[in-house]
């Protein structure tokens, strides 16, 4: 796991006195990472033969603390949304590159985005 550091910066204050205050600089692979899987038409019908090693593989990265969540959007079933925690954009596109959904056909589109939490536990 990616740890922080710490960086004293020189600041001025409302009076235009100097003052150096100390920032916590996040590490590379720190946060959230939101991944989004666009399924094909009808995916209820087509992902049968696929699901379970599609959720084995979410499951392992669950049990490997990189995954802190992962599930799909229903009223349609049309995407899979993931949530990484502490991993890199490379780790999440290979991830989805080896996922069974993805090898079959059945992801039309990908995204990978980083995400700010504002509101919870780690914000």
């Given at each position: 796991?990616?740890?922080?550091s710490r960086t004293p910066?020189?600041?001025?204050?409302?009076?235009g006195k100097a003052r150096t205050v100390t920032v916590a600089m996040?590490?590379?692979n720190t946060g959230y990472i939101l991944l989004t899987?666009?399924?094909?038409?009808?995916?209820?019908?087509?992902?049968?033969?696929?699901r379970e090693e599609h959720i084995a593989g979410a499951q392992k990265a669950f049990e490997e603390g990189k995954c802190a969540m992962?599930?799909?959007l229903t009223d349609p079933v049309d995407t899979g949304v993931f949530v990484f925690k502490n991993v890199g954009k490379e780790y999440v596109e290979n991830f989805?590159?080896?996922?069974?959904?993805?090898?079959?056909?059945l992801v039309k589109n990908h995204s990978i985005r980083s995400w700010m939490v504002v509101v919870g536990n780690d914000a």
């Open positions: 796991m990616a740890t922080s910066l020189s600041r001025q204050n409302a009076t996040a590490a590379e899987l666009d399924y094909v038409d009808n995916m209820l019908d087509k992902r049968g033969p696929y992962a599930g799909a989805v590159q080896n996922d069974a959904y993805y090898k079959a056909g």
